[in-house]
Structures are given as C-alpha cells and as structure tokens.
C-alpha cells in the first residue's frame, strides 16, 4: 500500500460549468506555504477593518511566501466528496482541528470561496472506499475523513477530522487539493472548477509518537514509516507541507490544531 512521488495526477474530466462566471486565470500549478510569523500575520490582517485603501499590499509586504513543488495524489483519491466541515463520521481517533488558508502569492491577499478539499486514512491506516488495503476489516462507506470546505472572506478553511494513523510505506499525512469556481450540487458535493493544486501535509514526528502510544493508534500493528523515512515527504518543513501542530489540552488524546497557509500563484 504505497505511493510513488512522480507525476500528479488532475481530474481532466472536471470541466468548468459554463453556467459559471469565467474561472480565475492560473499561470502555473505552484503553490507557496507560509507558516509562523507569516500566517500571524494574514491572520491579523484579514480580522482588522477596511482600511481606506487597499489592504493587501502591506501584508505581502510583511509576509515570506516559499514556493513548494506538488506532491502525488496517490492511489486513494474519489470524486465526488461532500462539501463540510466535520468528516471524522463515527471514526475513533483523537481530534484534528485544521485551519488552512489560502492566499494570492503575488499580493499574499487571501484567495475566497476556493474549494479546499483533503482525504487520509484512519487510526488503522485504512482510506475509506478502500478498507481492507492495510489488513483490517471494519465497515466501509466511501465517505469517512474525505470533504473540503469552501474558504471565507479572509481565505480560511477550517475542517474537523482526526489525526491520521499509518500505512505500510508512508509516514503519517493528509491528502489536500485547492480548486476555484466549483459549482456546488444538491447532494452536498461538488462539481466543474478548476484544480489548482495537489499535496499532503505532515505531522511532527514527536508529536506522532505520542499520539501512536494511544490505544487506539496502538491497535494498528503495520509497522509505522516515520517523516525521515518517508519516500514523499522532502525534508523541507512548512515549504514542504509541515502543519505547525497546538495540543487542544494537557495530554495527547486532547488532540492537536494544525495550522498551514497555502498561497495559489494567480
């Protein structure tokens, strides 16, 4: 059950609804990664008021955007996921709260009403659609720890799952895609748009550690990759997809927050 780090691959099928005002010109699938100081900032920016004149120009000027290349979608992904902001379902797992903002790279002004969607395994290292693949037999529905959310007015997408477990050959991560202009459907998902990028996001290994203890994680008995291990991940922190993680409470089965801004070259 692994992945191979060549080639992205993109949903050509996903045509843009030509119902749709006309998507958002992208010159090239790049996409840039502030974190730190960098994402305190734009959130400080997109809280305060209006100003006069424009805003952005100050953030960009105060912000240091990375450039990060993309990364495999992998043989998990599926079309079709719902649209919201909680996509643990009734998984076991400690609490994973995501805030994931998007932003212009050129004038680091965040980016609104981008789809942000991502997809990972469970405490067992199974993906849903998929269960059975790391040798563990539990209900399968097609839909569990797979959605995105629509980013608001200050380019943040906030999404509610659970830390990810392992699988055979990859370290512990997420699966993200960023589209534009989608056209949402009424049975809650998605279609058209343009898909701007592809990648995966990685968890500090100490913090793994401590979450692998846990009796939950512990029942899966595959032995475990670690980040330095990892035939993906590049070893290049934030730029390469490092969620800067906040334990929720006092001890590891709290859960943990995971910040990341993703800034779009428009």
């Known amino acids: 059950m692994t992945e191979t780090s060549t080639g992205t691959s993109t949903d050509s099928s996903r045509a843009p609804d030509?119902?749709?005002?006309?998507?958002?010109?992208i010159g090239r699938r790049t996409v840039l990664i502030a974190t730190g100081a960098t994402a305190a900032t734009l959130a400080v920016g997109a809280a305060a008021p209006e100003a006069p004149t424009a805003a952005p120009a100050p953030v960009a000027a105060a912000a240091v955007c990375t450039l990060t290349?993309?990364?495999?979608?992998?043989?998990?992904?599926?079309?079709?996921?719902l649209v919201r902001a909680d996509i643990g379902e009734d998984k076991t797992g400690i609490a994973l709260e995501l805030t994931l903002?998007?932003?212009?790279?050129s004038t680091c002004a965040p980016l609104n009403n981008a789809l942000v969607e991502i997809w990972h395994c469970d405490?067992?290292?199974?993906y849903s659609g998929f269960v059975g693949n790391n040798g563990h037999d539990e209900p399968d529905n097609g839909t569990f720890l797979r959605g995105g959310v629509l980013t608001g007015s200050g380019g943040v997408a906030r999404i509610t799952t659970v830390y990810p477990g392992w699988y055979r050959g990859r370290c512990v991560h997420i699966h993200?895609?960023?589209?534009?202009?989608?056209?949402?459907t009424d049975d809650g998902s998605f279609t058209g748009g343009q898909e701007l990028h592809t990648g995966q996001l990685f968890f500090d290994e100490t913090i793994t550690t401590r979450v692998a203890a846990l009796a939950t994680y512990a029942a899966n008995t595959v032995p475990r990759t670690t980040l330095a291990q990892d035939g993906i991940y590049d070893d290049g922190g934030a730029a390469s997809g490092l969620l800067t993680l906040t334990a929720l409470g006092g001890s590891p089965s709290a859960g943990y927050a995971g910040t990341l801004t993703l800034g779009v070259d428009g």
């Open 18 to 25: 030509a119902s749709q005002a006309p998507p958002t010109a």
């Open 69 to 81: 290349k993309e990364m495999t979608e992998g043989p998990y992904y599926l079309d079709g996921q």
């Open 101 to 105: 903002t998007v932003v212009d790279d």
């Open 123 to 126: 405490a067992l290292g199974e």
């Open 176 to 184: 993200v895609k960023v589209h534009t202009d989608v056209t949402l």
